[in-house]
């Protein structure tokens, strides 16, 4: 009998590039998946590094993507990120913040360790109600498109291979240590329960 559809989610800051390039693969790969920020505020760059475009994450990608294309055309199609707002909005209207988010998972992935500390955090001052595990798993993705791109795809191998366990409880740890072999990444991974 075929297992139900894991739940995923993937966390990054901003929810632009790495957890949606994650959200737009595993998506594309059947996957019930949702992606988040952390982050107070979502950022993009700017015309500097010292001057990103701040808004706020009620913002939808339509809205950004006009604002930049109004900013500087040139520069933001230059540097990738019209591109990359263009595939968010075809994918959902705005980001989502992971602490407004109260759905459940089976799987957490965040894209680099401060961001694995903060959902851990979080999801330990939640009251637990159902005991339900959900494992949340650390996988460092560099914040360029190349790198999402890349990380995205041993998210969904890990998610693939999940997937087709017996008994994820059991078998997760293994698995986990097969991939850090195979990609040459390391990963941190916890059970919280709701």
């Known amino acids: ?17 790495r957890s949606m390039e994650a959200h737009y693969i595993l998506n594309k790969r059947g996957f019930s998946v949702r992606s988040f920020g952390t982050g107070t505020h979502v950022k ?11 808004y706020d994450f ?3 990608y339509d809205q950004m993507y006009n604002d930049l294309l109004k900013k500087d055309k040139d520069l933001y199609t ?7 707002l263009d595939r968010n ?3 959902k209207p705005r980001p ?3 602490q407004n988010c109260k759905d459940l998972f089976d799987l957490i992935f965040t894209c680099e360790e401060r961001l694995y500390d903060q959902v851990v955090e979080e999801l330990n001052s939640r009251e637990q109600e159902t005991c339900q595990p959900v494992h949340v798993i650390n996988v460092d993705i560099e914040d360029n498109q190349e790198e999402a791109t890349l990380g995205a795809f041993v ?8 997937q087709h366990t017996e008994d994820m409880e059991n ?9 850090e072999e195979k990609t040459g990444r390391t990963f941190l991974h916890t059970v919280c329960f709701y």
Request: aromatic fraction near 4%; glycine fraction near 4%.
């Open 1 to 17: 009998m075929p297992s139900p559809p894991l739940r995923v989610a993937v966390v990054c800051s901003s929810n632009q590039n």
């Open 171 to 179: 078998e997760i740890e293994e698995l986990l240590q097969e991939f």
């Open 58 to 60: 009620k913002t939808t």
């Open 96 to 98: 989502e913040r992971f």
């Open 78 to 84: 230059q540097n990738g990120v019209l591109h990359m």
């Open 44 to 54: 993009l760059p700017g015309p500097a590094p010292n001057k990103p475009n701040v």
């Open 155 to 162: 998210i969904c191998d890990l998610c693939q291979c999940i």
């Open 89 to 91: 909005r075809r994918i």
